[in-house]
């Protein structure tokens, strides 16, 4: 079965910098889109950043856009986010989700990111 494991998150002070990963399994990973999503406490889902199949295509949101950087290494079925300058408002749960048609069909359970002075 489709399985997606985030990990990397953590408390970090505000202008700091975290890498997330999110080690992907039981598809065919290089032919699917990936982005990250996170949802703040009492918050819905955030749609962050997303990665085209073959990592030649990227878009961020704009609330991120200029500090994070999605990336991935097909051959080794990861996905990643790069944080920097990261800011309170950032502290999040990061899920890493598999596009679907027109939908995310997968996702994984999330980690944690804090960041506080």
């Known amino acids: 079965e489709v399985q997606l494991v985030e990990s990397g998150g953590g408390l970090v002070q505000p ?3 975290l890498r997330l990963s999110c080690a992907a399994s039981g598809f065919t990973f290089s ?7 996170r949802q703040a406490p009492g918050k819905g889902p ?11 295509i990227t878009n961020n ?40 048609t027109w939908c995310f069909d997968a996702w994984g359970q999330g980690t944690q990111v804090t960041v506080s002075s």
């Open 15 to 17: 202008g700091g910098s």
């Open 31 to 37: 032919s699917y889109g990936m982005s990250w999503v």
């Open 46 to 56: 955030e749609w962050v950043s997303a990665i085209n199949s073959g990592g030649g």
């Open 61 to 100: 949101a704009d609330s991120v856009k200029g500090r994070f950087t999605i990336s991935r290494d097909n051959a080794k079925n990861t996905l990643y986010l790069i944080m920097n300058s990261l800011k309170p408002e950032d502290t999040a749960v990061y899920y890493c989700a598999k596009w679907g």
